[in-house]
């Protein structure tokens, strides 16, 4: 069934609520910017170095991260298992993307636009085989009066859609930034917060261009002591910009009439643009919740624990993308509670093979992995016997050693451990041995001891 044909299914009319707009626009960064061709879009922010670091750090690192399949065993625990329903779709997601470059691109929308729309194609059975991810461009969210989810999409060739279509959110995965300023369905970017800053960024870096486009040379001022006319001055300012800037800088000039050529030197404010640029890189970084050093703006603390750090990136920039693309695979495909999709973060943080041998190590000796899936960790066959926990012998639970201390011979010695008593209990353990020794009982209906 096509993409298309399949959808057409369950189109239904939409009654629009509002305008459905507030898709993130980046607008110009002071008024009459357009008139002069100087307004930023998403695409001429992005390319900026710092944001685009921040990109593709943050969607590489999603993107090497495998998905699993899990589902639930008898004992309430999850287990990686495999199933025809959802498999082969995670190991490929549709015909153009490999799983890795899927996950990107997901994580990619959200930075850049706030939002993720996945659309789903189905076969004859209704089960999804193929997910694509959109351009948030040519989507619109509509809502209508009964307060149902509808989404327009625009034609969109690599996808499948030839032609515009509304179709169910019930045939749409939609993820989203956390942060939703201004609607619950329309997430807004690091991209917004950020776009000032690295507007500056790329206004210093075109003005560097132009100044080392002019061999690094500054500018300077011509004078003369009897003054000149306005078309004189044009007209010296012409001819001087075009035989001694540029690639012609650095020629020898001959000037008379007592002219002068007073070059101008850097300031203090120049001498500080390596710091503005700093503060604008770290107030991006800051917007993607991205550490410095992770994209080259910093040296690593001496002393301090990679895998510490690395943790908190994965806390500060990656979890929260991680789990919103899980929760909505889980939500979009239906999965029921015996089953879920994880990204397994393990591959984030890579110890090298003397740390996980330390590690797995102190495992199997506290009790908590077993031989044999300590080699899977290895990726090493099973073992004879290897399936059992092991403990060292000495070891002994809680009870156990109350039940020791609560003994006669706590240590086994075979003395038995002289207790404090009361003397009526000190006469009656005398007396109950006595009569012991002479083989006697004691007959509780006459109250008395007799012989046996």
């Known amino acids: 069934m096509g993409l298309i044909a399949g959808i057409r299914k369950w189109m239904a009319p939409v009654s629009q609520s509002g305008n459905g707009g507030g898709w993130v626009t980046i607008h110009e960064p002071y008024t009459g910017a357009w008139q002069r061709n100087e307004s930023e879009t998403v695409g001429s922010v992005a390319a900026q170095s710092t944001i685009f670091a921040c990109l593709s750090r943050i969607?590489?690192?999603?993107?090497?991260?495998?998905?699993?399949?899990?589902?639930?065993?008898?004992?309430?625990?999850?287990?990686?298992?495999?199933?025809?329903?959802?498999?082969?779709?995670?190991?490929?997601?549709?015909?153009?993307?490999?799983?890795?470059?899927?996950?990107?691109?997901?994580?990619?929308?959200?930075?850049?636009?706030?939002?993720?729309?996945?659309?789903?194609?189905r076969d004859s059975r209704q089960v999804v085989t193929s997910l694509h991810i959109l351009d948030p461009s040519r989507v619109m969210v509509k809502v209508s009066d009964s307060g149902d989810i509808y989404y327009e999409l625009a034609t969109d060739a690599l996808n499948g859609l030839?032609?515009?279509?509304?179709?169910?959110?019930?045939?749409?995965?939609?993820?989203?930034?956390?942060?939703?300023?201004?609607?619950?369905?329309?997430?807004?970017?690091?991209?917004?917060?950020?776009?000032?800053?690295?507007?500056?960024?790329?206004?210093?870096?075109?003005?560097?261009?132009s100044f080392f486009a002019n061999y690094a040379q500054p500018g300077g001022i011509l004078t003369a002591p009897a003054g000149?006319?306005?078309?004189?001055?044009?007209?010296?300012?012409?001819?001087?910009?075009?035989?001694?800037?540029?690639?012609?800088?650095?020629?020898?000039?001959?000037?008379?009439?007592?002219?002068?050529?007073?070059?101008?030197?850097?300031?203090?404010?120049?001498?500080?643009?390596?710091?503005?640029?700093?503060?604008?890189?770290?107030?991006i970084c800051?917007?993607?919740?991205?550490?410095?050093?992770?994209?080259?703006?910093?040296?690593?603390?001496?002393?301090?624990?990679?895998?510490?750090?690395?943790?908190?990136?994965?806390?500060?920039?990656?979890?929260?993308?991680?789990?919103?693309?899980?929760?909505?695979?889980n939500r979009g495909l239906g999965i029921g509670e015996q089953y879920r999709i994880e990204i397994d973060v393990s591959a984030l943080i890579r110890l090298d093979e003397s740390q996980q041998v330390e590690i797995v190590g102190n495992m199997i000796k506290s009790g908590i992995y077993s031989p044999n899936e300590a080699r899977r960790r290895f990726n090493l066959p099973p073992i004879t016997g290897g399936d059992s926990v092991y403990l060292q012998e000495q070891n002994h639970s809680l009870e156990a050693l109350a039940r020791r201390d609560e003994s006669a011979d706590p240590f086994g010695t075979g003395k038995?451990?002289?207790?404090?008593?009361?003397?009526?209990?000190?006469?009656?353990?005398?007396?109950?041995?006595?009569?012991?020794?002479?083989r006697l009982r004691f007959d509780w209906d006459a109250g008395e001891w007799k012989e046996r």
């Open 59 to 121: 969607s590489q690192d999603v993107g090497k991260l495998p998905f699993k399949l899990q589902a639930r065993d008898a004992n309430g625990l999850w287990q990686t298992t495999t199933s025809p329903a959802y498999s082969p779709l995670l190991r490929r997601p549709n015909h153009y993307q490999t799983p890795q470059q899927f996950r990107e691109a997901w994580v990619l929308s959200r930075l850049q636009f706030g939002n993720t729309y996945a659309l789903k194609e």
């Open 162 to 209: 030839s032609q515009g279509i509304t179709v169910p959110a019930r045939e749409i995965i939609h993820d989203r930034e956390s942060t939703c300023l201004h609607h619950p369905l329309i997430g807004v970017p690091p991209l917004v917060a950020s776009t000032l800053a690295a507007t500056k960024n790329l206004k210093v870096d075109r003005s560097q261009l």
């Open 228 to 283: 000149m006319t306005d078309d004189d001055a044009k007209s010296l300012k012409a001819y001087w910009n075009e035989n001694f800037s540029g690639k012609n800088s650095g020629k020898i000039s001959v000037i008379g009439a007592d002219m002068k050529f007073t070059s101008l030197s850097f300031n203090a404010v120049d001498s500080q643009l390596v710091e503005q640029v700093k503060y604008n890189d770290e107030q």
């Open 286 to 329: 800051h917007a993607f919740g991205i550490p410095l050093w992770k994209i080259g703006l910093q040296q690593l603390p001496v002393g301090t624990n990679p895998d510490g750090m690395n943790s908190m990136y994965l806390a500060d920039a990656l979890q929260s993308r991680i789990q919103g693309m899980e929760e909505s695979l």
């Open 416 to 438: 038995v451990e002289e207790r404090a008593m009361s003397p009526g209990l000190r006469r009656l353990q005398d007396v109950t041995q006595k009569h012991l020794k002479r």
